[in-house]
């Protein structure tokens, strides 16, 4: 049976909040025809299984569908890999390569944007409309990014998803959904997200996005 490891990925420096993340690095030992059931079944925001360790292959599975790319489950495996053994400097997910590098104590990935989910950015008045937010405010929004200017100067952000398309009702850390913002406002952010969490994104070359952060391991655990 395999073993799935659990982690938060863009934690806080204190190593609190962050994304769960679950990843089974013994890939092949769970059936393709299991997969999407099993994400479903850990109700994680997304899912990896690592086909193979050596080169980064790898698929990502929201508790609805699978994805080609995805911010936090990719900086997440990386950190794990790298914990392994495993000091790649590239993953391959369906996407195609993605770029990996250690900055500091924060692990990154650099993806190409087209392939990130379709999150649609709104920006809000103040942090403070982002944080009083319980629930989308408009009907049928169901893969969207909230945010705002904190300190516009030091390109610090608040923001909050929801991804209701993704049987996600609040995402507490999106990376793919930073990668985007940063593009779009052409600028190196720091995304206090969710709770607590902390995104570090920036513009990259080429159509590209790059997202990094803290990962910690909570625990490991046999799954069926």
């Not at 982690?7 to 059936?31: S, T, W």
């Not at 997304?46 to 193979?52: A, N």
């Not at 945010?147 to 929801?162: E, L, M, N, P, T």
């Amino acid at each position: 049976m395999p073993e799935l490891d659990v982690l938060r990925v863009f934690c806080d420096e204190q190593g609190r909040y962050g994304n769960p993340l679950g990843v089974v690095l013994d890939g092949p030992a769970v059936p393709a025809t299991r997969r999407q059931e099993l994400a479903a079944e850990l109700g994680f925001s997304e899912t990896v299984f690592v086909d193979d360790p050596a080169t980064g292959h790898l698929r990502i599975f929201t508790p609805a569908c699978e994805l080609p790319l995805a911010g936090h489950p990719l900086v997440g495996t990386a950190w794990l890999l790298a914990r392994a053994g495993q000091d790649l400097s590239e993953l391959n997910p369906p996407a195609g390569p993605v770029a990996t590098w250690v900055r500091g104590d924060q692990t990154w990935i650099r993806g190409p944007l087209w392939a990130a989910p379709p999150w649609r950015l709104h920006e809000m008045p103040d942090a403070a409309v982002v944080e009083s937010m319980r629930k989308p405010p408009k009907a049928g929004q169901d893969a969207d990014q909230y945010w705002a200017w904190v300190d516009r100067s030091r390109g610090i952000v608040r923001a909050r998803v929801f991804a209701a398309r993704y049987d996600v009702p609040e995402d507490e850390a999106c990376g793919s959904a930073s990668m985007l913002l940063a593009d779009r406002l052409q600028t190196s952010l720091t995304v206090f997200h969710g709770e607590g969490s902390v995104v570090y994104a920036s513009p990259g070359p080429d159509g590209t996005g790059e997202v990094g952060g803290h990962v910690v391991l909570d625990h490991s655990r046999v799954v069926r």
